[in-house]
């Protein structure tokens, strides 16, 4: 029966069926057409060949090259490989747990040195100026430095009351160059948030310090959290810096090694450790970053 209205000729028409109602394979063959009608079969091809030809011709230079094999022996050897994967496997674990703790320090100190910095009237002055002494000192010196003053500086003076080992030395040294730099961006931050804000929450009778807290800060550390995710990324890798305190991390196990078979394979070994951590971690940055920035693009429509 023809609907009312509707004589029995016409054409009926067929709507799609939503996307949740499609079948896990029809949904796979749109996502694939779509970027195919967005980018272009052909746009997509290229970019395919070239990447290949590209470097397929990288690595038949390095293979063809007369110092190949004796490279190969020294860098990529099976045998030193598996030999020294073990240690610099349980160093790398130290690296690890030293950048664990490094991250319990530095957003907490960084924070406290950003809120002195941030403090108004005359009566914080010397917050204010204390905080600018803390950045320009740490942020001056380089890590590398940092890390051999403290790591063997501090403990020599034997002072009373202070820890003697390397390994608090050495966090103490990356807590303190990072949390400068750190307190930077958590600064960078709350200078973002708009004055009103500030006025608006005084207005209200709340203090300085609780201005801070329930208006400002929670508003600026939304402001850099992807900064603050690329420190982290920053914090995995110069871990690796404390090895010249002696400590047996990864680096310096892949030294040992090295020291003693002449073989440089150990230290490809810990590269590839830390590219385990890093590359994943880099990539969740760049992830989280691009989805808040399409948040806030959302956000300000």
Known sequence: MAEPGRSGSEPVE???RPEEEQPPRGRLLASVSGFFAEEGARAVVVAMVSTIVFFGVAIALVVSSPNWPKLKSQFFSAEDFSAS??????GFWLNIELFFWAMLVIPVMAMLVAVMRSLRGPAFFPFRLLAVVFTDLFRGIPLYLLIVLLGFGLPALDLGGLPNGVKFWGIAALALS???????IYRSGIDAVPESQRSSARALGLTQWQALRFAILP????NVVPALMNTVVSLQKDVA???????????REAEIYTSRTFNYTS???ATLLFLLISVPLTRFVDWFTGRDRSMRSQSQV
Do not use: H, K, N, W
């Open 178 to 184: 990072y949390s400068a730099y750190t307190a930077e």
């Open 219 to 222: 508003q600026a550390v939304r």
């Open 14 to 16: 067929l709507t799609e």
């Open 85 to 90: 994967f073990p240690d610099v496997l349980r």
């Open 241 to 251: 810096l404390i090895s010249v305190l002696g400590i047996r991390d990864a680096v």
């Open 267 to 269: 230290y490809v070994v």
